[in-house]
């Protein structure tokens, strides 16, 4: 069986974790997206998992997986009865829940549950730079690299060396 302090102990070890007590429930986040969430009777837990496969998740184990209140349906959230599980599920359930919201680089450097099942390392470090292309067009990541990307893919003469971003702006001489 598995209690609120053994959730705690993982969930505040892992890189970028922060503990907050909102509303008699404790929640664990990185940033402002929480990841773990004890209820307030320390019966259960609410973790980050992927919306899409949710129902299946608690259709194959309804003893253990439950769906989340009504109001947190629109969230990648499901919960779990913390005395239906082990140590070891927990485990994996808390870390798989963290990595979905840090950024990539730091989830491939973290050598916890599920350290082999994420992309290879030059794959990872590709996805996180922002530079891989997809279809012709910078893949969606920083959007500095993307503009990096654009111009160098244009021709020299047309390359500037000021902000990409300067199309609509006024100069200061020009405004009323």
């Known amino acids: 069986m598995v209690t609120a302090e053994d959730v705690r102990r993982v969930a505040g070890a892992l890189?970028?974790?922060?503990?907050?007590?909102?509303?008699?429930?404790?929640?664990?986040?990185?940033?402002?997206?929480?990841?773990?969430?004890?209820?307030?009777?320390?019966?259960s837990?609410?973790?980050?998992?992927?919306?899409?496969?949710?129902?299946?998740?608690?259709?194959?184990?309804?003893?253990?997986?439950h769906m989340p209140v009504p109001?947190?349906?629109?969230?990648?959230?499901?919960?779990?009865?913390?005395?239906a599980i082990d140590q070891a599920e927990m485990e994996e359930l808390v870390v798989e829940a963290w990595r979905m919201v840090v950024p990539k680089r730091v989830a491939a450097a973290y050598p916890g549950p599920g350290a082999g099942s994420g992309p290879a390392p030059a794959r990872a470090q590709a996805l996180t730079r922002g530079h891989q292309r997809v279809g012709g067009?910078?893949?969606?990541?920083?959007?500095?690299?993307s503009k990096v990307v654009i111009s160098a893919m244009r021709p020299p003469s047309?390359?500037?060396?000021?902000?990409?971003?300067?199309?609509?702006?006024?100069?200061?001489?020009?405004?009323?």
């Open 45 to 65: 837990m609410g973790f980050g998992f992927p919306k899409e496969e949710r129902a299946a998740l608690v259709a194959s184990e309804p003893h253990k997986f």
């Open 15 to 43: 890189p970028r974790s922060e503990e907050h007590l909102i509303r008699d429930q404790v929640k664990f986040r990185v940033g402002r997206i929480v990841f773990v969430a004890i209820s307030p009777d320390e019966r």
């Open 71 to 83: 109001s947190d349906e629109r969230y990648h959230w499901v919960r779990v009865w913390l005395d």
């Open 137 to 145: 067009r910078p893949k969606a990541g920083n959007r500095v690299a």
């Open 158 to 176: 047309m390359r500037s060396t000021s902000n990409l971003n300067t199309r609509n702006s006024v100069s200061p001489g020009a405004r009323r």
